[in-house]
């Protein structure tokens, strides 16, 4: 079975543009969940979205937003790009929305800005 | 607010055991989870730990005390293969769901 697919892989943006990250679960899972990685430091929360409804939110500005889709991919969109949202940004999935459940991690989008 | 600390760095030799520690304070508990990260991958779940005691999982064992806000990660007969990342995680209070607050890592080196 495929794992956590992220896309794209790799970009490039400039300060103030706008940006769409996508990812799809496990086939089966319904919980997706987004975090930033910034290089040397662990994974931060961002967004968990269960049944296609936001169920947590993370401190982060307002230019990030998501959405889940009936098919349970979802995306993330951050508008007005600043350099400092240059991160590894990771998507993961789970059965639910439980806190025992394991979460399994795509390879990420790694978002360059200049 | 929550916060976990682990120490940054963690070197051994190949067959080794090595541990890393992890502290946390939160304002509500619901477990401890473990991850493992390599350089350019996407992290691994490794366990969770809801309960005070030792879980055990082929090499790895992982161990909660939930009175000392405390818990650990024991990797046995280090193979080069095990020089990653590792994080611990807690759940985020408030939160529904999976949603996670991770450590800074610790790094593991395994050499020959």
């Known amino acids: 079975d495929a794992g956590v697919t992220q896309s794209p892989t790799h970009l490039i943006k400039t300060r103030g543009q706008q940006v769409t990250l996508r990812c799809s679960p496990i086939s089966g899972h319904k919980s997706v969940s987004w975090y930033q990685q910034v290089l040397g430091q662990g994974p931060q929360f961002i967004f968990q979205y269960y049944e296609k409804e936001e169920r947590g939110r993370g401190n982060f500005p307002d230019r990030f937003s998501a959405r889940q889709f009936p098919n349970y991919s979802s995306e993330l969109n951050v508008n007005a790009l600043l350099l400092g949202d240059s991160a590894l940004y990771l998507c993961?999935?789970?059965?639910?929305?439980?806190?025992?459940?394991?979460?399994?991690f795509g390879d990420g989008t790694r978002l360059s800005i200049l | 607010g929550q916060s976990l600390e682990q120490p940054s760095e963690v070197t051994a030799v190949e067959g080794a055991i090595v541990q890393i520690n992890c502290t946390y304070q939160t304002s509500g508990f619901y477990g401890l989870s473990w991850y493992q990260q390599h350089d350019g991958g996407a992290p691994t779940f490794l366990s969770y730990?809801?309960?005070?005691g030792l879980e055990e999982t082929g090499r790895f064992s992982s161990f909660l005390s939930r009175s000392d806000s405390y818990g650990y990660l024991l990797l046995q007969e280090l193979q080069m293969k095990d020089s990653a990342s590792y994080f611990c995680?807690?759940?985020?209070?408030?939160?529904?769901?999976?949603?996670?607050?991770f450590g800074k890592g610790t790094t593991l080196s395994v050499s020959s």
């Open positions: 993961a999935s789970s059965l639910v929305g439980g806190e025992d459940q394991p979460q399994h």
């Open positions: 995680a807690v759940r985020e209070s408030g939160q529904a769901g999976t949603a996670l607050i």
């Open positions: 730990n809801a309960l005070d």
